[in-house]
């Protein structure tokens, strides 16, 4: 079974608006990270956010997380046409030296010009 | 500073064949993950090197997968014979050594696998 799960599946915005996915995982975490995917591109890492921790900024995107609810949500600020691409949540829950990541199935992001 | 490189980008074979996929970490990387990704699920881990070492193979479907990371430099993952539940998206990533504590994965582009 999954680890993380991401709603909406799909989403289209306007440029501008601000888009919100959210992530919700069901074992204890290290962190969480958030990934893009443009089409026929590898995965990028967009932030992570530790499990100390409750909100992280980076540029136009905010994370927050809730470990007492076992979710996460990224909020992506004035949108733009090139943000159009899917949205991963990974949590890394590895003891030791090994870092494998668990992912959610995704939300694919259309921001429309 | 080049990234991770995967060859081929896409793949397509018949059912039985045999394909071999690479993937060229960044210089430098001890770590090195391979992941999958089939239609419509989710990103699943399939292992992980430790230079030329397997650290987890517990996400590897079954016998038919085989990874190897000679010299601990670039890795290959052969699937032999292939069937059709294999066709995905293969990527690799890799990241640095560093013990407890978290470093970045870098991911490649992926090779697409498709199984005829």
């Known amino acids: 079974s999954q680890q993380g799960e991401e709603d909406p599946q799909a989403l289209s915005i306007q440029e501008g608006e601000n888009a919100t996915m959210n992530c919700s995982y069901k074992t204890s975490i290290n962190n969480l990270q958030w990934y893009r995917q443009n089409s026929g591109r590898g995965l990028v890492h967009l932030i992570l956010?530790?499990?100390n921790e409750r909100e992280k900024h980076s540029g136009r995107l905010r994370v927050t997380l809730d470990t007492s609810k076992k979710s996460s949500s990224l909020l992506i600020t004035a949108s733009r046409a090139a943000d159009t691409a899917s949205y991963f949540c990974?949590?890394?829950?590895?003891?030791?030296?090994?870092?494998?990541?668990?992912w959610g199935l995704g939300t694919s992001l259309a921001v429309n010009p | 500073e080049a990234g991770v490189t995967q060859f081929p980008s896409h793949s397509v074979i018949e059912k039985g064949q045999t394909v071999t996929l690479r993937c060229d970490p960044i210089?430098?990387?001890?770590?090195l993950y391979w992941y999958r990704r089939v239609m419509g699920k989710e990103i699943k881990f399939l292992l992980h090197?430790?230079?030329?070492?397997?650290?987890?193979e517990s996400g590897m479907p079954n016998n038919r997968f085989l990874a190897e990371r000679t010299g601990g430099t670039y890795s290959t993952l052969k699937v032999q014979p292939a069937e059709l539940e294999d066709s995905g998206v293969y990527f690799c990533a890799s990241s640095l050594s560093g013990g407890f504590s978290y470093n970045e994965q870098f991911f490649g582009p992926g090779t697409r696998l498709t199984v005829l």
């Open positions: 090197f430790v230079k030329e070492s397997k650290q987890d």
């Open positions: 990974a949590t890394d829950a590895s003891a030791g030296n090994n870092r494998k990541l668990i």
């Open positions: 210089s430098g990387h001890d770590n």
């Open positions: 956010i530790r499990s």
